[in-house]
T-cell receptor
């Protein structure tokens, strides 16, 4: 089945530790995104990548880092510099095929809930 | 970053009733997307809209791309208990580097 996978589903971290969240897609999408979701708020963009080896900061990139070494993978590292990392993290991808419609449709993974103890 | 105004924030309805919700923006969008999210899960894409005035259906769901390009509407007809969840709108503007902007969500509760 084609889709987006995120692992782990639940993650616990001690203060001061870095942690990496995995995101893999087999949809052959060029663009990938990381969002943070907090209760009562809309999704906020952390980082996005439109092509391998390239990525841009979103609205709340401070305390986060990403890499895009492969088309299928876009891992997010939550560093100790992130002041309030407890949240639900969502990875997404967007198609960039020749069909205009799939170019604009963004699909999400199941999410990772990170809790800092 | 921009956030879209989505209303109502929450709805409590009886099974069988119709539901309407909307999103508005201060910017013109080229694409509107509607998602449903259940607790602890990622959003699932319901409907995508690509031009002003477009009306698109997906089963009991119907969404419209506003004529001004600054709003969109989602209707659910004859609601059932499995419609429960949070519904999000998202808009995209090409010149912003293909970023998507999201509404704060409408929480729907269906009472059997």
């Amino acid at each position: 089945d084609g889709g987006i996978t995120q692992s782990p589903k639940y993650l616990f971290r001690k203060e001061g530790q870095n942690v990496t969240l995995s995101c893999e897609q087999n949809l052959n999408h060029d663009a990938m995104y990381w969002y943070r979701q907090d209760p009562g708020q809309g999704l906020r963009l952390i980082y996005y990548s439109q092509i391998v080896n390239d990525f841009q900061k979103g609205d709340i990139a401070e305390g986060y880092s990403v890499s895009r070494e492969k088309k299928e993978s876009f891992p997010l590292t939550v560093t100790s510099a992130q002041k309030n990392p407890t949240a639900f993290y969502l990875c997404a991808s967007r198609g960039t095929s020749g069909r205009a419609k799939s170019y604009n449709e963004q699909f999400f993974g199941p999410g990772t809930r990170l809790t800092v103890l | 970053g921009q956030q879209l105004n989505q209303s109502p924030q929450s709805m409590f309805i009886q099974e069988g009733e119709d539901v309407s919700m909307n999103c508005t923006s201060s910017s013109i969008f080229n694409t509107w997307l509607w998602y449903k999210q259940e607790p602890g899960e990622g959003p699932v894409l319901l409907i995508a809209l690509y031009k002003a005035g477009e009306l698109t259906s997906n089963g009991r769901l119907t969404a419209q791309f506003g004529i001004t390009r600054k709003d969109s509407f989602l209707n659910i007809s004859a609601s059932i208990p499995s419609d429960v969840g949070i519904y999000f709108c998202a808009g995209q503007v090409y010149y912003t580097g293909n970023q998507f902007y999201f509404g704060t969500g409408t929480s729907l509760t269906v009472i059997p």
